[in-house]
């Protein structure tokens, strides 16, 4: 016996479509989410270093890592280094800001239209967009 509230409903190639792109967006999202928390780590760390660098001495050199290597280079190169990081970093921050807000945006119109055209036959709940 079947319950009141279901009801076949017969979905299209283009709704499929749909959600198969709403699956890959809400993937691509987790993807973004742990980058930004990469990144925002990072950018902690390097705010770390810039206020360990104010403390030194200025005629002292400073030791920087390259790679796996630290090298000694004076205090100017190593502030202008940290300052040119910490910019390159903040800019992909913001970027990776930007494609989480238009994922979000374009994952709740799917969800939108998927739940217009297939009601209560489908769940696209995720934390990325509002409940219905």
């Not at 780590?41 to 050199?61: I, Q, R």
Request: charge should be negative; hydrophobic fraction near 35%.
């Amino acid at each position: 016996m079947a319950s009141a509230g279901s009801s076949k409903v017969s979905v299209t190639w283009e709704d499929q479509q749909n959600i198969n792109k709403f699956s890959n967006l809400y993937s691509r999202l987790g993807d973004i989410e742990q980058e930004l928390k990469e990144q925002k780590k990072l950018l902690d760390n390097l705010d770390d270093a810039s206020a360990e660098l104010m403390l030194a001495d200025d005629d002292e050199p400073v030791r920087m890592r390259v790679g796996e290597c630290f090298w000694g280079i004076d205090k100017t190169a190593a502030e202008e280094k940290l300052e040119a990081l910490t910019e390159e970093a903040q800019q992909h921050y913001r970027q990776l800001e930007q494609q989480m807000a238009d994922g979000q945006q374009q994952l709740g119109e799917l969800r939108t239209q998927l739940y217009a055209r297939l009601g209560d036959s489908i769940n696209l709940d995720t934390p990325y967009t509002e409940s219905k």
